[in-house]
C-alpha cells in the first residue's frame, strides 16, 4: 500500500482508497459487475423496443380508409398508447430499480 498525494487537498492518501479521506474526493469510480451491466443493457433495449412499438403501434392507427374506420381507429390507437405507456412505466420502474439494487459498491 503506497502513499499518494490528493489532486485538490495535497494530503497523503492510499493508492487502494476509493475517496480521499480529507477532502472527500472521488478518486476511482467503482465499476459494476456483470449482472449489473446485463440490467443496465436490458434497460436500455426495453426503452428501444417500447419507442418503436409506439410510434408502429401509432402509424398502424393511421391507416384507416373510410370515416368509420378513422373514429375507430383513434379510439383504438387511444387505448393502445395507454396500454404502450402503462407497460412502459411498469417496466420502466422494474428495471429501474433493479439497476438501483444492482449498483457497484465500494469494497
Request: net charge positive; hydrophobic share 50%; charged share 20%.
Amino acid at each position: 500500500m503506497a502513499l499518494i498525494y490528493c489532486t485538490k487537498c495535497k494530503n497523503e492518501v492510499s493508492n487502494t482508497a476509493w475517496d480521499c479521506t480529507t477532502c472527500g474526493l472521488q478518486r476511482r469510480k467503482p465499476r459494476r459487475a456483470v449482472f449489473g451491466k446485463f440490467i443496465k443493457c436490458s434497460f436500455i433495449l426495453f426503452n428501444l423496443l417500447m419507442a418503436y412499438w409506439f410510434f408502429a403501434g401509432m402509424e398502424a392507427a393511421t391507416e384507416g380508409v373510410s370515416e368509420a374506420k378513422k373514429s375507430g381507429a383513434s379510439i383504438g390507437a387511444s387505448l393502445g398508447a395507454f396500454f404502450i405507456f402503462f407497460m412502459w412505466a411498469t417496466g420502466d420502474a422494474i428495471l429501474g430499480l433493479l439497476i438501483l439494487f444492482a449498483r457497484s459498491s465500494k469494497k
